[in-house]
């Protein structure tokens, strides 16, 4: 190979664990039993399970779902953060029945797309979230449109087994998860990750942060997303600490659990970290336990990295991964604070990473390029609609992830932007074609352009410019998307335009757009 190759191989020494996470959770609970596991709130006071109590409970319900389903078939979740939702994952995981997470603030229209695709069979549901009841609607879609042995549980309520059996021996290499992330055709994929994948891609990033004993994760990102089942859930495993859940963030129960809980590694984006510091009642005093934040779910903005090590008094860790190759760079304690500011850290043990042109060939250090990595922790493939895992490398094993990024001798990683156009809006990765595709279905819709809209608290809004046929107010348009997106997909800026700029094929010009709605 090329010595002047942009390409790093963090495989030799990585320490990983060839098991299943049912395995990993049975060993920790054999040598870390009575530590605290995971950590809530209830009517103000502080609740816990530790790892014995935590693994206990998980057979309990994994058994449960045995009596209904069988492994190998999978399960959905759907609900905010809670205990019950970490303890349905590590069910799962000993159950051998692949989870599949969908938000709760998803339409209709996305839960029967991600159903059918995954033929899920078991939908394990919480009573509502922030005031809409989402069991009695996954019920009302169960039964209405459903395959009829699609079964519907309240999240938490466990079958009573009377006979212990045995529960199935499950691989590393089975399948554990099934991430939807947005495709640029506009259908949700399902990014599918095995046991030893998810397990790892945790475990690195979690011993990049030099984890002490008796760690206190606090990271509130969405449980239906790997940075919250994964890097959150799945980092208290590999280091047996607490995982603190939140159910909803606001800067004061974040702060709260600050306290109570004596969190040690916070997992805040930029949205939270701003809320936090304009809170009147926040002070040193309540981070004196915490050593490190870190962050990467937007760009950040490095006069922010610095006020956070400030006033807290901690250091600022930045990663970047996602769905289909999670916590794959991530900054380390000893990396100036340069680089913690302007880049997104190094590759993490047990990949090759490299930076590759159009053509497929490595670039030079410090050359920007596709980010591309080879590795047993990225995803097995994508689910495709008949139900088989479609590969989704290269002919030479690589996964590319869709990022324009350089790589420096020293092998620190820099973002510059997202091939894919995908838009980060408060952490969320929303792809500008799946929103397009849904406002396109509207009869006086002729076509549309959605983009990105820099925005100092989520990082970015939504922006769309609209042809329409005919006279049709904003207010209309923005009733039919809620009705088939999620709120986090609806625009919040809308124009209304008489043309779009376009190259010579004929593709819309967006960049253009933008600088002619936005000249500032």
């Known amino acids: ?62 058994r449960g779902i045995l009596s209904i389903i069988s492994a190998g078939q999978r399960i959905a979740i759907i609900g905010g953060n809670s205990r019950d939702w970490v303890v349905a994952e590590f069910a799962c995981a000993l159950a051998g029945t692949p989870l599949v997470p969908i938000e709760p603030t998803a339409t209709n229209h996305e839960c029967r797309h991600m159903l059918t695709q995954t033929d899920t069979r078991l939908v394990l ?12 609607r996954m019920r009302r879609l169960a039964a209405g449109s459903m395959n009829d042995a ?21 691989r590393a290499s089975d399948e554990f998860l099934v991430q939807h992330t947005s495709g640029t055709t506009g259908k949700p994929k399902g990014a599918v990750l095995s046991h030893y994948a998810a397990l790892n891609s945790a475990r690195m990033y979690a011993h990049a942060t030099q984890p002490v004993e008796n760690e206190v994760w606090l990271n509130p990102l969405p449980l239906s997303h790997v ?51 304009n809170l009147p009642s926040a002070s040193r005093r309540d981070f004196v336990h915490v050593r490190i934040q870190i962050g990467g779910a937007t760009a950040i903005d490095p006069a922010l990295i610095e006020r956070v090590e400030k006033e807290f008094d901690l250091r600022f860790l930045v990663g970047y991964g996602q769905s289909e190759a999670p916590c794959l760079t991530m900054s380390t304690l000893a990396d100036s604070a340069e680089i913690r500011a ?54 030479h094993g690589w996964l590319h992830t869709g990022d ?22 408060g952490g969320l990765n929303i792809y500008p074609a799946e929103v397009e595709q849904v406002l396109n279905e509207h009869p006086d819709v002729v076509e549309t352009a959605v983009f990105g809209v820099p925005d100092v608290r989520l990082g970015h ?60």
């Open 1 to 62: 190979m090329d010595l002047d190759a942009a390409y790093v191989d963090r495989r030799p020494g990585a320490d990983v664990w060839n098991c299943s996470i049912g395995e990993a959770l049975r060993r920790t609970a054999s040598i870390h039993g009575q530590h605290r596991a995971l950590a809530w709130h209830d009517q103000g006071a502080l609740h816990a399970l530790t790892w014995d109590e935590l693994e206990a409970e998980a057979e309990r319900a994994a």
């Open 125 to 136: 549901s919480a009573d509502e979230y922030r005031g809409a009841s989402v069991l009695r």
């Open 150 to 170: 699609v079964h519907v549980l309240r999240l938490g309520e466990w079958p009573t087994v009377e006979t212990l059996t045995d529960l199935p021996d499950v």
């Open 227 to 277: 940075g919250g089942s994964v890097a959150g859930v799945l980092s208290a495993l590999n280091t047996a600490g607490t995982y603190c859940v939140l159910p909803r963030f606001t800067p004061q129960s974040a702060l709260d659990m600050i306290r109570d809980a004596g969190v040690t590694v916070l997992g805040l984006v930029p949205t939270m970290l701003l809320d936090l510091l």
């Open 342 to 395: 302007t880049t997104t850290g190094h590759p993490l043990p047990g990949r090759e990473v490299s930076v590759k042109d159009v053509a497929g060939n490595f670039v030079s250090w410090g050359t920007p390029g596709e980010l591309c990595v080879r590795s047993e922790m990225s995803m097995t493939g994508y689910l495709t609609a008949t139900g088989k895992i479609a590969p989704a490398v290269d002919g």
């Open 404 to 425: 324009l990024c350089s790589m420096s001798e020293d092998g620190i990683v820099q973002f510059h932007s997202r091939l894919r156009e995908v838009i980060i809006r």
């Open 461 to 520: 809004q939504l922006g769309v410019a609209l042809i329409v046929r005919s006279p049709i107010s904003i207010e209309a348009l923005e009733r039919f998307a809620a009705k088939k997106l999620s709120m986090m997909k609806v625009p919040t800026y809308w124009h209304l335009v008489d043309e779009f700029p376009r190259t010579s094929t004929g593709k819309i010009r967006k960049i253009a757009v933008y600088e002619h709605l936005y000249p500032n």
